[in-house]
């Protein structure tokens, strides 16, 4: 029975369109799976097999969920044919960092040389210049490329040659004292240099040639020997000997002095940084006489002299000196 009913279906309007229909559809599917093209796709570290019916790369990719993002590279080109075994390719970008000219650039390439990078970043690179990292080194993640910038200059500059200065005795010169002979004056001179410059700022300079245009005159300095003196009948033997403001004082300011001495004559206050304490002196218009005691006012070349009366400090005033330093 239900094989009778089979036939008179079959034979009937209905069945026959129904078979027709299941013909062509086992036809078309039989056509579009040979016509199906297989691609193998390498990306992120795996390989994928992937049927399409699409045209072109970038299409077939997009269908197999492969996302190609900025910097990708992507062989062969996302707009060639699909063929049947196509060997697709996918390299992900990865971040560099270039530093170079003070500014930061990030770059997102996939892995190559660091030369290839420097270009992608626009810089060039001049003879002198260094490079953090070999040039054919390939970078990885988050690698940082540092570009030293190396300027080698050469230069002409002038300068100045120091006065030489030459010293002679004069024994009609006391101790202590000096006399200008003659006046020196700088000369000049031109010399020829190589500057190196790092990153704008200079690092070095190697002097090429020099010369001299104009020679430096020698300064001439005398300079005292003589050591003794004739005053009061006495022959002085000194040191040497120096110009002084010298001011009177008495013992309304005091009677002892600095170091613990009773004041008297022949005391003089000085400044212990010029006349050591305790330094033997002949003081010209004063006598005799001994560094030993020290004032708030006195500084440098200046002395006070000890008078026993108001009437001779009065007297004395101040005054300009020659005060012997004695042997």
């Known amino acids: 029975m239900p094989k009778?009913?089979?036939t008179k279906w079959l034979n009937s309007i209905p069945?026959?369109?129904?078979?027709?229909?299941c013909l062509v559809g086992s036809l078309v599917w039989a056509t579009l799976a040979a016509a199906q093209q297989k691609i193998v796709i390498?990306?992120?570290?795996?390989?994928?097999?992937?049927?399409?019916l699409q045209r072109t790369l970038g299409a077939a990719l997009a269908e197999a969920?492969?996302?190609?993002?900025?910097?990708?590279?992507?062989?062969?080109?996302?707009?060639a044919a699909v063929t049947e075994g196509l060997q697709v390719t996918v390299k992900r970008a990865v971040p560099v960092r270039v530093l170079a000219d003070g500014r930061t650039r990030v770059v997102l390439t996939p892995p190559a040389p660091v030369q290839r990078v420097l270009k992608m970043a626009h810089i060039?690179?001049?003879?002198?210049?260094?490079?953090?990292?070999?040039?054919?080194?390939?970078?990885?993640?988050?690698?940082?490329?540092?570009?030293?910038?190396?300027?080698?200059k050469i230069l002409n500059e002038k300068y100045s040659l120091p006065v030489p200065v030459q010293k002679i005795p004069d024994p009609n010169l006391e101790?202590?004292?000096?006399?200008?002979?003659?006046?020196?004056?700088?000369?000049?001179?031109?010399?020829?240099?190589k500057a190196t410059y790092v990153d704008g700022r200079e690092a070095k300079r190697t002097v090429l040639e020099e010369?001299?245009?104009?020679?430096?005159?020698?300064q001439i300095i005398a300079y005292g020997t003589l050591g003794t003196v004739a005053r009061g009948g006495s022959v002085i033997r000194f040191?040497?000997?120096?110009?002084?403001?010298?001011?009177?004082?008495?013992?309304?300011?005091?009677?002892y002095t600095a170091t613990g001495h009773r004041v008297r004559p022949g005391i003089v206050a000085v400044d212990p940084r010029v006349i050591p304490l305790g330094t033997r002196l002949y003081v010209e218009g004063y006598g005799f006489a001994r560094a030993l005691d020290v004032g708030s006012a006195i500084k440098g070349n200046r002395i006070d002299l000890f008078f026993e009366s108001e009437a001779d400090c009065r007297k004395w005033g101040r005054r300009r000196v020659k005060v012997y330093i004695l042997e």
């Open 175 to 193: 101790r202590g004292r000096a006399r200008l002979v003659r006046t020196g004056e700088p000369g000049e001179g031109v010399r020829v240099v």
């Open 211 to 218: 010369k001299v245009l104009r020679p430096a005159r020698k």
């Open 239 to 255: 040191r040497r000997v120096l110009d002084a403001r010298a001011t009177a004082y008495s013992a309304a300011t005091g009677r």
């Open 42 to 52: 390498s990306v992120d570290g795996k390989v994928v097999e992937h049927k399409t």
């Open 65 to 79: 969920g492969v996302e190609v993002r900025p910097g990708d590279v992507v062989k062969p080109d996302p707009a």
């Open 124 to 152: 060039e690179l001049g003879p002198q210049d260094r490079v953090s990292l070999p040039l054919d080194a390939t970078v990885k993640p988050n690698t940082v490329i540092k570009v030293t910038r190396v300027v080698e």
């Open 4 to 6: 009778l009913i089979r």
């Open 15 to 21: 069945g026959r369109v129904a078979l027709v229909f």
